[in-house]
């Protein structure tokens, strides 16, 4: 029997990922978000929506508990992100990452039935690594609001699995990147970012020498991971590294996009709200969740490039002959 589904946070990017994924495979999904901002609805109009508004109050409390009540499997991939964003405001980090993430387990807890969540934590709880690649047992360090909170909200599940109110799966992510079906409104990392950028032939913006390794992983591998992470046994109550195990340089990414999408490649100085958050060379021991979940990603970081470019040009010839098509007429 297939599991009732249930998507906090179905509007971003990783959520909606998940969302085409799981409708396309006829499973019976439901989706609770703050708010209908991606028409929803009218994409999907098989799926249960919970909209909870944008107040942390009684109703939301009350819609968190609704949405629960028939879920077996629970994706959270609720949150707002961005490092430096949170240092600028760490207030509002706080209630987008923790008060609105304990309310919501709090009602899973409160569920007549236990329920598996999965949770989509950063690799920016690391901190600065120590060695290479890092595997789940590093230390902990965050560097940044938005990892201090991410790692919060970890403790948050781990605390409700011990009193036996759910169980969980731990995924710290490392720099997703892809095309978004829905068309790429908002930017979503900072391959997204570039990929965009270059597509209308604007220079990339590198700050420093871009010598920092990152792990890149495209986001149909994180969707497998994820899926693994909420099917698996053995994923209950474990932390894994979600990455595609790769290191590649923020210059040499930067270098291959601007190659295929014709545009150059600038060197800036750092402003000093990123260098406070740079945490420099990262890759992802992924080892555990190979052995494990059987997790194995099947894009190079080339060949997920390639088709992240070639869908956004498609999408810009759709457009274009849209707009033509209607002029035309």
């Known amino acids: 029997m297939k599991p009732n589904i249930l998507i906090w946070g179905g509007t971003g990017f990783i959520g909606g990922a998940l969302l085409s994924a799981l409708t396309k495979a006829g499973e019976v999904v439901a989706v609770l978000t703050r708010k209908d901002t991606r028409g929803l609805a009218e994409r999907y109009p098989m799926i249960r929506l919970f909209e909870t508004g944008s107040s942390l109050d009684s109703t939301a409390r009350q819609v968190f508990r609704e949405s629960v009540k028939t879920a077996d499997l629970v994706f959270n991939v609720a949150g707002s992100s961005g490092a430096v964003s949170s240092n600028?405001?760490?207030?509002?980090?706080l209630q987008d990452n923790c008060l609105w993430q304990l309310?919501?387990?709090?009602?899973?807890?409160a569920a007549s039935h236990r329920l598996h969540v999965v949770f989509a934590s950063s690799r920016l709880v690391y901190?600065?690594?120590l060695s290479l690649p890092v595997r789940e047992d590093h230390p902990l360090s965050p560097e940044s609001m938005y990892a201090v909170h991410k790692l919060c909200v970890e403790?948050?599940?781990?605390?409700?699995?011990?009193?036996?109110?759910?169980t969980f799966t731990i995924c710290r992510i490392s720099n997703p990147y892809g095309w978004d079906e829905r068309g790429m409104i908002k930017n979503h990392g900072i391959l997204n970012q570039m990929i965009q950028t270059a597509l209308s032939h604007t220079p990339l913006t590198i700050f420093g020498d871009g010598r920092q390794m990152r792990d890149y992983i495209h986001i149909q591998d994180l969707v497998c991971a994820l899926l693994l992470c909420g099917r698996s046994p053995a994923a209950v109550n474990e932390i894994f590294n979600i990455g595609s195990g790769e290191g590649?340089?923020?210059?040499?990414a930067a270098l291959h996009i601007g190659r295929i999408a014709e545009a150059p490649v600038e060197f800036s100085p750092w402003p000093?709200?990123?260098q406070r958050v740079e945490t420099g060379d990262f890759v992802n021991n992924i080892d555990k969740a190979r052995n494990r979940l059987g997790f194995r990603p099947?894009?190079?970081?080339?060949?997920?490039?390639?088709?992240v470019i070639l869908r956004g040009r498609n999408s810009f010839q759709s457009a274009n002959s849209s707009v033509r098509l209607g002029q035309e007429v």
């Not at 600028?88 to 980090?93: E, G, K, T």
């Not at 403790?155 to 759910?166: E, G, K, L, P, S």
């Not at 099947?298 to 088709?307: A, L, M, P, V």
Request: charged share 20%.
């Open 155 to 166: 403790h948050y599940h781990q605390v409700y699995a011990a009193q036996d109110a759910i």
């Open 298 to 307: 099947k894009f190079s970081f080339n060949e997920g490039i390639e088709d």
């Open 272 to 274: 000093e709200l990123y």
């Open 103 to 109: 309310a919501f387990l709090d009602a899973c807890s």
């Open 88 to 93: 600028q405001d760490p207030v509002a980090s």
């Open 248 to 252: 590649v340089s923020m210059v040499d």
């Open 127 to 129: 901190g600065r690594p």
